[in-house]
């Protein structure tokens, strides 16, 4: 498709909310993207380093014993215990994955790609890269009787952290295998679950046996290493399911040299089979989050949704745009909620990647 036709990069429209935040004497406080500051743990860059001398190019699908790690982390921390190695793939990043998904199943002009009303940009581009139709919507029952030939869920979601339930997350399954579309479950932030409730270690996955019955036909899932592992940097991430599918993707990403470098496949490998840095990360997290969410209560802000993730989903009933220059005179840069859909108009995200003294530097100018 023409590039003409893709949307403004939508941070592009926060230069004067910026410049504002920067002038602060405090200096700025970024909180508008989810960017880890915190180092990449010890035993991931060891495995890098480990890995460097690296000649020959690596293989699309993944070494075996990588796809084996990857299965036992589904069935270990998402209660998905019948991943096939064979159904599993990694790729450079999910963003990537979620931009050309479409592209590499084949959809294009007439085809149909659903996504949430609130939602990340990203799933919209794929979409258009393709030439289908972007079809952002609250609920199954808007698509009518002519569904999507993909359609995408985001739990943990981004921007608003809510979290779908296995019964909902089931009936999606089954409303969609009912009529041949496929479903792409966006769980990049499922590790950080803050709800003090939660049924399980992770929030649930598509894969998650309560939740498609024992069969992954017709489902794929994204997982990113890049939130729980502060790993965003080696654009380390995978996706697991249908092996039908996997295998249609791995051909197509074959002849488009689209693969993850040896030395990254080496770090996902020891990622996915340690769970200790993981909990580290969650707690560091948990600090920020605890401090950030009460001074902004304190501020008269309310917080929906919110129960995982790395964002505060936030608002004070006025417009997004009001809210971010409300925020920028206090040297706080955040994201309008129209980033992600017309029903974000009147929330802003604010993100928990920063530093702690970052963070509690916010904290403490909301309280000024």
Known sequence: MPVADLPDFPWDTLAAAKATATAHPGGIIDLSVGT??????????????????????????GTPDLREAIAGWFARRRNATGVDPDGVLPVVGS??????????????PGDTVGFPE???????????????????????????????????VNSPGNPHGQVLPVDHLAKVVSWARARGVIV??????????????????????????????????????????SKQSNLAGYRAAFVAGDT????????????????????????????????????????IYAARRDELKSALIAANWQIDHSDAGLYLWATQGNPCRES????????????PGDFYGAAGARHVRIALTATDERIFAAAKRFKS
């Open 244 to 283: 039908a599918l996997i295998q249609r993707l791995v051909q197509v990403r074959k002849h488009a040299g689209m693969i993850v470098p040896w030395p990254v496949q080496r770090v996902v490998l020891a990622a996915v089979q340690d769970d200790a840095h993981v909990a580290i990360q969650k707690k």
């Open 118 to 152: 609130l939602a990340y940009p990203t799933y919209d581009v794929g979409a258009r890269l393709a030439g289908a139709r972007p079809v952002p919507a609250a609920s199954l029952v808007q698509f009518g009787p002519k569904a999507p030939k993909l359609l995408w």
């Open 36 to 61: 880890p500051v915190d180092p990449t743990p010890r035993i991931l860059q060891d495995a890098l380093a480990a890995a460097s001398d690296a000649p020959g190019y690596p293989q699309v699908w």
């Open 324 to 335: 971010v220059d409300e925020l920028a005179a206090l040297g706080i840069l955040a994201a």
């Open 184 to 225: 792409a479950s966006d769980e990049c932030y499922a590790e950080l679950d803050w709800r003090r409730d939660a049924d399980g270690v992770t929030t649930p996955s598509i894969l998650d046996d309560r939740v498609c019955g024992g069969s992954h036909e017709g489902l794929l899932a994204v997982y990113s290493l």
């Open 95 to 108: 963003k990537e994955f979620v931009a050309w998904l479409p592209t590499l199943l084949g959809l294009g």
